[in-house]
């Protein structure tokens, strides 16, 4: 099992930025780039779309704005501190970011004996195909069971664009579910889920998991239930 410490930069704002406005500042920070902005902040290429797990998220954390750095990511947004000074436009509101810190870690992702307990927000989960399946469950047990296959399968996802190969067995289990909501992706509203789980697999703070995560989904938080 690949065992490499894995980096991780959180950078928070001062700024006020709402869930709804995290596309917006995802654009005004594109913008801000130009020319010089690195294909990590952005998944497209040339040829199409970027496959691949989002090394730099956009969020809003505590109601502020933030962008989470993973990996090659850490490398790549040095290059937008130099365009701090100027202003963006969020929606139709313009400001001027205002750091407010930047967090360096490392985290050791692997399979371990003990358990470790998260909060799950606005998790994207189903996509057309698995929506149909999942509503046509009348069992909320098996509703249970169903999403998290799919959440041991973004954990996975989430390694596998890492570069990180699990060879045991990685294990979760939802422990607490709130009413689904819904919101807007690419055109399409989708169902979202808060929850609670617990997983074997350490998880780095503020990592996104499931659908639009580049846009703010499924932000993943360490709880110390265990």
């Known amino acids: 099992m690949n065992q490499t410490k894995t980096k991780v930069l959180l950078v928070r704002f001062a700024n006020q930025l709402k869930i709804i406005e995290i596309p917006y500042f995802r654009g005004a920070v594109l913008t801000a780039l130009g020319n010089q902005k690195d294909l990590l902040f952005h998944n497209h290429t040339e040829d199409g779309?970027?496959?691949?797990?989002?090394l730099i998220q956009y969020k809003s954390i505590q109601g502020k704005a933030g962008i989470v750095c993973i990996g090659e990511g850490t490398e790549s947004i040095g290059n937008f501190f130099t365009h701090l000074h100027e202003p963006i436009k969020i929606g139709t509101r313009e400001m001027l970011l205002e750091l407010e810190n930047i967090k360096s870690s490392t985290s050791l992702i692997q399979v371990w004996d003990a358990k470790f307990s998260y909060s799950l927000r606005?998790?994207?989960?189903?996509?057309?195909?698995n929506r149909d399946k999942y509503e046509f469950m009348n069992d909320l047990r098996?509703?249970?069971l169903f999403l998290e296959k799919i959440l041991t399968g973004n954990?996975?996802?989430?390694?596998?664009?890492?570069?990180?190969?699990?060879?045991?067995q990685i294990d979760c289990g939802i422990t607490q579910m709130q009413e689904k909501g819904v919101m807007r992706y690419k055109n399409i509203n989708f169902e979202t889920f808060d929850i609670k789980f617990w997983s074997n697999v350490s998880l780095?703070?503020?990592i996104g998991l499931g659908k639009g995560v580049s846009h703010g989904f499924g932000t993943c938080v360490l709880i110390n239930d265990f």
């Open 155 to 168: 954990i996975l996802s989430f390694a596998k664009g890492l570069g990180i190969h699990f060879e045991k």
């Open 142 to 144: 098996e509703r249970v």
């Open 49 to 54: 779309f970027r496959y691949a797990y989002p």
């Open 122 to 129: 606005k998790w994207l989960p189903l996509n057309q195909v």
């Open 204 to 206: 780095p703070n503020y």
